[in-house]
């Protein structure tokens, strides 16, 4: 359910303006809306106006960014996104393309003179490569790639092109079994991992290695030929999963080459470096069994770094930043004595240090490494998370920097002085009131600190009475760090009048190991105690109407609420939960990847001499329906195979069958998220009405 290198709201973004369906372009270009902003309130429709910064790209030159900003259109149910260009040094981006079609994967090519980028194309239905000029002029598209590209990297001498394409999958029909059946839809299936994530899987992405001119790619060719083994892969990967050498004689691909139940049960990726000269194959991680991934060579070749997990099918096991001596094989944890991990990170260009993003302490600030002493220093902070980090020096970066008050922007640290070099969005943050966010310490049932995000509304009185949400985190392991989401975003939380406690509860990440990896096998332990002492924390400020509180989370925050409704003493008036796992034995059968519940789970439901699976299986939700007592809305999406929609239809059930007061909402074209605008829009109109009837009196409102 976590994710490897993409944050909640990045992933999101990335999602919904990538242009690569085969709806994503249209004759009419969505630009910028209008939107009225009454008394300064935050809406469902000025949080889906705001602009969307992804993918900043500096220049070789280090003097321009080029980026994607995207917005969505609530009528037409669509999001597009363009690329801009802005001087490092700040000012007013110009905008280099104006299609209706999204452009993405933005790479700077001939010394910065050009750019390249993908952008889906009507003519072959599928996402192509295209050439433009820096100054966006002269666009052309180079590719004609059957399936379409959904990933690419350009060598650094501009001779070739890495790229990945699907692929029909390697289970093939019977011939003779469906030879004289043409208009049926069944699909046999002999494995595990025939579906994945909100797809069935009857394609898999492939590397292709091709010529590149810069006007046409040719020779292309699959160096996974034969191989039933998907890289990038599914469902984040991206060009990460690539690294050129800098003399552009060898490259390094990601892939976890297991299949069916195999794949299922694993996260063992490895790094494979790939020799053009002779075409071999060398598998440079055969001794670790967890993640590696992320691999970038040092300016000088002679080392790569990479992101390494040491703990089989756990999948948020501590970030090692490992660095592989090319010469010699020898591998070194340049991370080994910091309690902490990179989530991303960027060699400077002297490859003397290292500047990365790491949670720590509830945000997500930038530190830079030096490769020989391992010294790290932290070179921007404050109440924001760091994404998307490209190094300067060893003490200057380029990064995206968001907050729980304002979304993306691109700014430039400079040995701890940050300055925003885009404001997409000031217009209309300068026009919302927004709450207080405050961090707060509060006491945890086993003498730990815990670290928490308290948001108060807008125009807060502290001689009133509000209602107050505990926000229960997903992952399990994913941060409560200063993210700012389209879905579950406490700035419109706080503006329809609600006081939010948002704890960073047992099991995430910046907090150390320890902290981390106490959730696993526990599920309804420490963790759930820790939301108690939030919760009771809340209810005891003097401007927190006690009676008036509510519990909502996502995906295993679903899972939170569901376990808090059956063991929560009363301290709850309302409850919402978004693809939550309610049934844990259901789950680990029905979810697509199976290693990440044979981990926290700790096995089977069925192997009664596991103790550890006998105590996760036993704190399932579903034993205690019997104790729920608060009204409960539950929402799901059909595509999501994560956590399929039948575990929230099953509650919705048993709440009826108990006699609850309980409302479900059912998309049947979203997966673990709510994508599309309209739905978006729908989703934060039922999440309050929902709240306010149960929270703020007892009157029903209007649909």
């Not at 994967?105 to 090519?109: G, L």
């Not at 379409?148 to 001498?157: L, Q, T």
């Given at each position: ?16 303006v990538s ?84 452009e993405s ?5 001939e ?5 390249a ?25 180079i590719?004609?790639?059957?399936n ?10 501009g ?9 029909d ?8 079994l ?17 579906k ?127 660095l ?17 991990w ?92 927004l ?60 503006a329809?009048?609600?006081?939010i406690?948002?704890?960073n ?11 981390n ?59 919402i ?31 009664k ?44 059930n ?50």
């Open positions: 359910m976590n994710k490897l290198t993409l944050t909640m709201s990045a992933l999101c973004a990335l999602t919904a242009g690569c369906s085969k709806d994503a372009s249209d004759d009419e270009i969505i630009e910028k809306p209008n939107v009225e902003i009454v008394n300064g309130m935050l809406t469902p429709e000025v949080l889906e106006a705001f602009g969307r910064v992804s993918s900043a790209v500096v220049s070789p030159d280090g003097k321009e960014v080029a980026f994607t900003l995207g917005y969505e259109n609530i009528e037409k149910n669509k999001s597009n996104s363009e690329i801009y260009l802005v001087s490092t040094e700040g000012g007013e981006p110009r905008r280099l393309t104006k299609t209706a079609a999204s994967n933005i790479q700077w090519i010394d910065g003179k050009k750019i980028y993908l952008r889906y194309d009507k003519e072959t239905e599928a996402t192509q490569l295209f050439v433009m000029n820096s100054d966006g002029s002269d666009q052309k598209k590719s004609d790639v059957k379409g590209i959904e990933c690419f990297v350009i060598s650094p001498d001779k070739k092109i890495i790229y990945a394409s699907p692929i999958d390697f289970n093939k029909k019977d011939e003779e469906f030879k004289d059946l043409p208009n049926t839809t069944g699909r046999v299936v002999d494995d595990l991992m025939y994945h994530w909100d797809e069935w899987v009857t394609q898999i992405p492939h590397p292709f290695l091709a010529d590149f001119n810069g006007s046409a790619l040719e020779n292309a060719k699959d160096i996974m030929e034969g191989e039933p083994f998907e890289c990038p892969m599914r469902p984040f990967g991206g060009a990460e999963s690539f690294a050129w050498a800098p003399d552009s004689k060898s490259l390094v691909y990601v892939s976890r080459k297991k299949k069916g139940m195999d794949y299922a049960f694993s996260t063992d990726s490895n790094l494979y470096l790939y020799t053009l000269e002779d075409g071999k194959t060398e598998d440079l991680t055969p001794d670790n069994f967890g993640y590696d991934t992320d691999p970038i060579f040092s300016p000088d070749g002679k080392t790569l770094a990479y992101l390494s997990m040491e703990t089989p099918m756990y999948e948020s096991d501590k970030k090692r930043l490992t592989l001596d090319m010469a010699t094989r020898q591998k070194r944890d340049l991370t080994e004595n910091w309690d902490y990179p989530e991303q990170f960027s060699w400077a260009p002297d490859g003397k240090a290292i500047v990365f993003t790491a949670y720590y302490q509830g945000t997500a600030p930038l530190f830079s490494i030096d490769v020989n002493s391992a010294e790290i220093k932290t070179i921007a902070d404050g109440i924001c998370d760091y994404v998307n980090v490209t190094a300067l020096s060893a003490t200057k970066a380029v990064a995206l920097r968001h907050s729980m008050q304002a979304p993306n922007e691109i700014c430039l640290a400079d040995n701890g002085n940050v300055k925003d070099i885009t404001a997409v969005n000031k217009d209309l943050i300068d026009q919302l009131k709450g207080e966010v405050k961090k707060v310490i509060v006491p945890t049932t086993d003498g730990k600190e815990m670290v928490c995000w308290e948001i108060l509304p807008p125009d807060f009185d502290p001689n009133k009475k509000y209602p107050a949400i505990l926000y229960c985190q997903g992952g399990p392991q994913q941060a409560v760090s200063q993210f700012w989401s389209y879905r579950w975003n406490f700035m419109i939380m706080a329809n009048g609600y006081v406690i948002a704890p509860r047992r099991g995430l990440p910046g907090f150390g190991t320890e902290w990896q106490q959730i696993s096998k526990d599920y309804g332990g420490q963790n759930m105690k820790d939301y108690f002492s939030a919760t009771d924390y809340i209810k005891g400020q003097p401007y927190v109407n006690a009676d008036k509180v509510g519990a909502i989370g996502a995906s295993y925050g679903g899972f939170s609420v569901y376990w808090l409704a059956g063991h929560n003493d009363g301290r709850f008036a309302a409850l939960a978004h693809a939550g796992i309610f049934n844990m034995e259901a789950q680990y059968l029905e979810t697509e990847e199976s290693f990440f519940a044979e981990y926290d789970m700790g096995g089977p439901w069925w192997d001499s596991n103790a550890a699976a006998q105590n996760t299986f036993a704190n399932s939700p579903h034993h205690f329906v019997n104790n729920w007592t608060a009204p409960m809305l539950i929402t799901v999406g059909e595509l999501d195979y994560r956590i399929l929609a039948s575990q929230g239809m099953q509650a919705f048993a709440a009826k069958m108990h006699g609850l007061e309980a409302e479900m909402l059912v998309f049947p074209d979203e997966n673990h998220w709510v994508l599309k605008p309209q739905n978006a829009i729908l989703w934060q109109r039922v999440f309050f009405r929902f709240l306010d009837k149960y929270l703020k009196d007892n009157t029903p409102k209007d649909n």
